[in-house]
């Protein structure tokens, strides 16, 4: 058979790399907490004015494009003339720093409390399992409020209010997971090989069940930034001169007719990154459970 005879061979098709074949609300998601952990990182580099920077001859200035509007001042002046997005930028990166803040500490008390549960048993496992419960029944909104007014607006009380929030559900996980990983192959080898208990849970069980515990921080942290911001909306949070997201949108709800802006943009910055990062939280859940794709 000549060469020219031979059958043509079908053009090779070279792989996508993985982060082509994303979704395009992942790339969003992705997008918006780049450009938010951008802000929280460099906020007072970036931003034009000083946050509590007060203007009076230009207070309520609306946003670039409506009329009126000034290129001095693209997203708008509150009722003193400080810079809307001075101030956005400063909200966003108070809001985000306690939001990481208040959902790691949950997470490392959670995870250390779910160890110890799994590694005790007996009564340290029922205490704590009774305490996650007693935890998970409590209306910790109202319990918040209770404390922030009866001790007075501290910020390392609202800090570890903050850390409390959601640490039962990291601790019911863990439990679960070390239970259930002790019992496979390779923890039973490690352990006849002579093994300490803390090497065994720190070198070899963590890394296994690290995965369902990112995706648990990853859904644990939109609750954290809303409940942060609510606090900070009803006044027992963030306060002047110091700014939050929750707290700029309280200090716009009273000017929604006149001036909507004071309130829509920060409200709308919270509602983006929320929900950009629950998109996150479903999507490495579905990645890192392959039972859950379809």
Known sequence: MSALDRPALPAR???LPAFATLPVAVWIALGIMALMLFV?????????YAFDHVDLMNRMTPPVPLSGATWAHPMGTDTLGRDLFSRLLVAAQ??????????????V???SLGFLAAHKGGLWDEVIM??????????????ALAILAFMGNSMVVFIAIMGLYGWESYARITRGLVLSAREQGYALAVR??????????????????????????????????????????????????????????????DYLINAW????IPGMVIFLTTLSMSVLGDWLRVKLDPSLET
């Open 13 to 15: 098709r070279w792989p």
């Open 40 to 48: 929280t990182v460099f906020a007072q580099v970036i931003q034009p």
């Open 94 to 107: 108070t809001s985000m720093l306690l939001s990481l803040l208040g959902t790691c500490l949950g997470a």
């Open 109 to 111: 008390m959670g995870i």
């Open 130 to 143: 009774a305490l996650v419960d007693f935890q998970a029944a409590m209306p910790w909104f109202i319990i």
């Open 192 to 253: 006849g090989l002579g093994a300490k208990p803390r090497r065994v849970y720190l070198h070899h069980i963590l890394p296994n069940i690290a995965g369902p515990l990112i995706v648990q921080l990853t859904i644990n942290f939109p609750s954290t930034i809303l409940f942060e911001t609510s606090l900070s909306f009803l006044g027992l949070g963030i306060r002047p001169p110091m700014t939050s997201l929750g707290q700029m949108l309280g200090e716009g709800r």
């Open 261 to 264: 802006w004071l309130a829509v």
